[in-house]
């Protein structure tokens, strides 16, 4: 079981939990992606059975009706075993989220038709390469239905936009977490502030749609504002379940804000690994479950 505190950063251990959760996120104008917990596997049965999981989450996507998508990571489903493992059971989950029963609605009438949306998130800089390969095959197979994050401190990724651009789908672009090599990234936070703001205009100047802001900092977002008011390109904005949630609700709920508004939700039984990360990553986080912590 899931303690009070880690309940915050994760939505449940199953797919019903997760589910449930974002029908309570609907309910207030947030949509959801869904992601199973679990990464760098290095052997290919737990590649198998998650990407097994994801074909099954697309399906019940459709069944509950909710406004949700799904997001993996390549080496959950198998990059470090091979890249073709990798490969096929993208393709896997990708063919389920584009297959009738993704499409129909409960009640067997055409619902959505252009599926159940597939995100592909991007890990550290040896995975990027295969990752955008992979994206740009999906995007054009499917007109779109799938998207590819990319890393604003990679000092190769305003270059990866260029590519990018011509492309259907979406694209995500968030600050990264990853403690890359100097020669290949920014380390100083104002310098990957200044390079999130760079790729932020070059997205909403060059891409006819999906733009997808990956940040938290009130800064970018408001940025992204300005830059949808100069240029009209359709964005949401994406933060993750238990930082800034009042935010994203306020944001949701704003008539003069255009961008749809989603949230990330991690669920699993593997939730230990990722709370633990969460609250590392962020002293905000590590000050919260203190407080939390102390609370009981």
Request: some cysteine; charged content about 30%; aromatic content about 8%.
């Amino acid at each position: 079981m899931i303690p009070p505190i880690a309940s915050n950063f994760v939505a449940g251990e199953t797919p019903e939990a997760a589910l449930a959760h974002v029908e309570g996120l609907n309910d207030r104008g947030v949509a959801g992606i869904l992601n199973l917990l679990g990464e760098h596997y290095e052997e290919r049965p737990p590649a198998d059975a998650d990407a097994d999981a994801y074909v099954d989450l697309v399906e019940a996507i459709a069944e509950r009706d909710v406004d949700a998508c799904v997001s993996v990571k390549s080496s959950q489903i198998g990059l470090d075993v091979g890249d073709r493992v990798f490969e096929e059971n993208l393709a896997r989950i990708v063919e389920a989220a584009n297959a009738p029963t993704a499409t129909d609605g409960d009640d067997g009438s055409d619902g959505d038709e252009s599926g159940t949306f597939v995100w592909i998130d991007m890990e550290d800089h040896e995975t990027t390469d295969v990752t955008l390969d992979a994206f740009e095959r999906h995007a054009v197979e499917t007109d779109g239905n799938v998207g590819v994050c990319v890393q604003a401190n990679l000092k190769r990724t305003r270059d990866d936009l260029e590519r990018l651009a011509d492309l259907p789908g979406k694209v995500r672009l968030v600050k990264g977490a990853y403690d890359e090599p100097a020669e290949l990234s920014y380390k100083k936070k104002a310098r990957v502030d200044e390079s999130y703001r760079d790729c932020l205009a070059y997205m909403f100047g060059a891409f006819d749609g999906g733009v997808a802001v990956g940040s938290h900092d009130p800064a970018m977002i408001e940025y992204a504002t300005e830059l949808y008011a100069d240029h009209g390109t359709p964005y949401e904005v994406q933060m993750l379940t238990g930082v800034r949630e009042s935010a994203q609700f306020e944001l949701a709920a704003d008539p003069d804000t255009d961008a749809e508004v989603y949230q990330y939700i991690p669920y699993g039984s593997k939730w230990f690994s990722y709370f633990y990360r969460r609250i590392r990553e962020r002293k905000s986080n590590a000050l919260f479950a203190l407080r939390a912590i102390v609370g009981n």
